[in-house]
């Protein structure tokens, strides 16, 4: 588990960096914060760092946005806020972006499907505003700390 204290949003573009660089395994990042709290604001620095040139905007009604990077990488936008369940998710069939082995995929709202995330391959992201200030707390973890952060 890593804890950060991000007081502005441009330290997100330190933070983007440190976690590719040292989670070059993770292809799957679950974003979990209440609405506001900053996920694809965050989703944005970590497709900059990706090399995504496209403009990274919320899928809230589309469900997916698909990015590529220069290098032609797949990067899968997903927010499941509208989602009921896994099934749901199942039924419109896509979780076909999980099969392909060289795309990356961000989502908010993974609550909904958490089952069916790879374990090994996933990053768990919890972002944390604060109410009074603009100041985020973010902790990233793993698999088998996910299961038992709170
Ligand atoms: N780390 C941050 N510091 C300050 N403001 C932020 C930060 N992250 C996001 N914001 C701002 O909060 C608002 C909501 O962010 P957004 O990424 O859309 O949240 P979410 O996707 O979690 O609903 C945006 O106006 C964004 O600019
Ligand atoms: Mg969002």
């Known amino acids: 588990m ?8 441009e330290e997100l573009d330190q933070l983007a960096k440190y976690i590719l660089l040292n989670y070059p395994d993770k292809r799957f990042f679950a974003l979990y914060g209440p609405l506001g709290a900053g996920k694809t604001t965050f989703i944005k620095y970590l497709s900059k760092q990706l090399g995504v040139i496209d403009s990274v905007k919320s899928p809230t009604y589309t469900l997916a946005n698909m990015y590529k990077t220069q290098e032609g990488k797949k990067i899968y936008h997903l927010d499941l806020f509208r989602i009921k369940d896994s099934i749901e998710w199942l039924d419109i069939g896509i979780d076909d972006y999980f099969e392909d ?3 990356v995929i961000f989502i908010e709202w993974p609550e909904k499907i ?4 790879p374990k090994d391959r996933t990053i768990f992201i919890h972002i944390n505003p604060d109410p009074d200030t603009q100041k985020r707390k973010i902790v990233i973890l793993l698999s088998d700390e996910q299961e038992n952060y709170a």
């Open 2 to 9: 890593e804890v950060f204290e991000i007081n502005r949003e």
């Open 101 to 103: 082995p060289n795309a």
């Open 114 to 117: 958490v089952d069916l995330l």
